[in-house]
């Protein structure tokens, strides 16, 4: 029997693409995809759909419920630029959102939950490079403070009630259905509009910073290879570090210019600048490796020659 599966802010980033993903083979009917507000992007129709503010409790206990989810995939946040826009505001939809989410199912009968953590859980204090599994994680960003705070809920939720949540630390994440919104690794994903619109971009980060990355594909490989593992696998409920590349925004630019020649792109660093400063250059992701068997498959290279190939034919469509 597949799961019947709920999946929070599907109209987000990595929602837009997970819900067809797990629909390919959980079956349409079972993935149902909860959208903010009333108009989810295409890629969500071929399934139910339903509308949910995860802020309220009740209508997150309702929709655990009338769907019969035994698994939840919740996605609804806010990035971390946004988030240091309203502190406040990050703190309620990420966290208030967390909450309602792990009472509900645990009190739903919900067997599985899934809740993406960041590299933005890091601080200024963990080694910059290769940053290991159990680095300090002191975050400067309230983006941070929330996947900090939000591992703490996950795993006490799987030790005082045995919820099995699992969770991964995303890197930034590459991707050419839907655009992210408001965070500090959204530049790796603008300048490949930019790159086939207009043939130039300005970058909100300086040339040099160097920040972990990782393919879209890949990310959705990961979520499933944890999420459909062996309980004796996952041996972390708090964040498992998760890698694929690291590049500088320079080193994006010139990959893309082998393939679109003339390319320029100019930096123009803002306050973004400084929570990139804050995570580390690169990841250890060695203890998912061995825990669960983790491997990605893309590279830069790879990356870059699907993603222009993937989003000139979508911008094409338009
Ligand atoms: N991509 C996120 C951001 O930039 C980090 O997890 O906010």
């Known amino acids: 029997m597949p799961p019947k599966v709920l999946v929070t802010g599907s109209a987000g980033q990595i929602g837009a693409e997970l819900v067809p993903h797990l629909r390919s083979f959980y079956g349409d009917a079972n993935v149902v995809a909860a959208v903010h507000k ?3 992007p295409p890629s969500l129709n071929d399934g139910p759909v339903i509308t949910l503010d995860t802020d309220d409790p009740d209508a997150v206990a309702s929709a655990v419920r009338d769907t019969g989810a035994d698994t939840v995939y919740h996605l609804a946040a806010l990035l971390s630029a ?12 990420n966290m208030d959102g967390l909450r309602n989410v792990l009472e509900a199912s645990r ?6 939950v899934f809740w993406p953590s960041s590299i933005g859980a890091f601080g200024p204090d963990a080694p910059r ?17 929330t996947k900090v705070a939000g591992e703490l809920l996950c795993n006490y939720y799987f030790v005082k009630y045995g919820l099995d949540v699992r969770c991964l630390r995303y890197p930034g994440l590459i991707s050419n259905v839907t655009p992210p919104g408001g965070g500090t690794t959204d530049y790796a994903v603008e300048i490949f509009y930019e790159a086939i619109r207009k043939g130039s971009y ?3 980060l300086r040339e040099d910073t160097v920040l972990p990355m990782m393919y879209m594909p890949d990310a959705l490989k990961a979520t499933v290879l944890i999420m459909e593992a062996d309980p004796s696998r996952v041996i972390r409920h708090l964040g498992y570090n998760l890698a694929a590349f690291s590049f500088s925004a320079g080193e994006l630019a010139a990959e893309i210019r082998k393939r679109i020649p003339g390319f320029r792109v100019s930096y123009a660093p803002d ?5 990139a400063d804050s995570w580390p250059m690169s990841i250890d992701d060695s203890e ?6 983790w491997s990605p498959g893309y590279d830069l290279q790879g990356m870059v020659s699907d993603m222009l190939t993937k989003l000139k034919a979508r911008l094409a469509l338009r």
């Open 288 to 293: 998912a490796r061995k825990d669960w068997g």
């Open 271 to 275: 306050s973004r600048q400084k929570i």
């Open 129 to 145: 490079k290769d940053a290991p599994q159990n680095a300090p994680l002191n975050p400067t960003t309230i983006y941070g403070v």
């Open 107 to 112: 009190k739903g009968g919900v067997s599985r």
């Open 38 to 40: 009333a108009a989810g």
């Open 82 to 93: 946004t988030g240091e826009k309203d502190p406040q505001l990050a703190w309620k939809v």
């Open 202 to 204: 300005s970058c909100f």
